[in-house]
C-alpha cells in the first residue's frame, strides 16, 4: 500500500514562510504529476498546486504568487514554498499523485489522485 509522507507544517505568523516536504516511501514520484491539497475545519479539500512530470505547474487562486511547487526526482521529494502566510492558508496540508495525468491542468479534480498521506497542520496565527 503505497501512502506519501508530508511533513514540515507548523505553527507560523502572519507573513511567515514554511517548506512542506511530500515524500513517498517505495514509490517513484517521477511518473507522475504530484498535487498539494489543503483541507480546513469544515471545508472541503481543495486543490492548492501541482507539478507535472516534466515541470508544469498550477496554483489555485488564492495562492499565486505566494507559493511555490518544485520536485526534486533525485530525493523522489516534491516540496511546496510557502511565503506570506495568511491565517486562511491555516489548513491541513496533503500531497496526493495525480494517476490520470503527468501534466497539471486549469484545475485538481480530487478524484484523478491518489496515495493521500496522513498530511501536515499549517496553523497561521500571532
Known amino acids: 500500500q503505497v501512502q506519501f509522507v508530508e511533513s514540515g507544517g507548523a505553527l507560523v505568523q502572519p507573513g511567515g514562510s514554511l517548506r512542506l516536504s511530500c515524500a513517498a516511501p517505495?514509490?517513484?514520484?517521477?511518473?507522475?504529476?504530484i498535487g498539494w491539497f489543503r483541507q480546513a475545519p469544515g471545508k472541503e479539500r481543495e486543490g492548492v498546486s501541482c507539478?507535472?512530470?516534466?515541470?508544469?505547474?498550477y496554483y489555485g487562486d488564492s495562492v499565486k504568487g505566494r507559493f511555490t511547487i518544485s520536485r526534486d526526482n533525485a530525493e523522489n521529494t516534491v516540496y511546496l514554498q510557502m511565503n506570506n502566510l495568511q491565517p486562511e492558508d491555516t489548513a491541513h496540508y496533503y500531497c496526493?499523485?495525480?494517476?490520470?495525468?503527468?501534466?497539471?491542468?486549469?484545475?485538481?479534480?480530487?478524484?484523478?489522485?491518489?496515495?493521500w498521506g496522513q498530511g501536515t497542520p499549517v496553523t497561521v496565527s500571532s
Open positions: 496526493a499523485a495525480n494517476l490520470l495525468r503527468s501534466v497539471c491542468v486549469d484545475s485538481m479534480a480530487k478524484y484523478e489522485y491518489d496515495y
Open positions: 517505495g514509490f517513484t514520484l517521477d511518473y507522475y504529476a
Open positions: 507539478v507535472g512530470r516534466s515541470g508544469s505547474t
